[in-house]
Nanobody, 115 residues
Framework: QVQLVESGGGLVQAGGSLRLSCAASGRTFSRYAMGWFRQAPGQDRAFVARAWSNGLTRYADSVKGRFTISRDNAKNTVSLQMNNLKPEDTAVYFC?????????WGKGTLVTVSS
């Protein structure tokens, strides 16, 4: 069982920045594939970014060049630095961990970007 706790959401003006963090339980964090998804009101949950244990990262086209995912295996954390935020980035952001073929989810943190 992996437990994930997100933090760092809030209200920001368009063009601003926020940094989300996710703390994960488990003794084999360095092997987890960590990621972020988001769900805007009335929409399905959508992929945002992922960071694999080998250092590779992947981003949704909508956030490339603005968001950066990073992980600290010593602290069992993954972060999402979000710059140049847009109103369409408003959503609940969920941290995910994949290990042994199982996906785990945090409860989410709300990001609201005002225009």
């Amino acid at each position: 069982q992996v437990q994930l706790v997100e933090s760092g959401g809030g209200l920001v003006q368009a063009g601003g920045s926020l940094r989300l963090s996710c703390a994960a339980s488990g003794r084999t964090f360095s092997r987890y594939a960590m990621g972020w998804f988001r769900q805007a009101p009335g929409q399905d949950r959508a992929f945002v970014a992922r960071a694999w244990s080998n250092g590779l990262t992947r981003y949704a086209d909508s956030v490339k060049g603005r968001f950066t995912i990073s992980r600290d295996n010593a602290k069992n954390t993954v972060s999402l630095q979000m710059n140049n935020l847009k109103p369409e980035d408003t959503a609940v952001y969920f941290c995910t961990a994949e290990t042994d073929g199982i996906n785990y989810w945090g409860k989410g943190t709300l990001v609201t970007v005002s225009s």
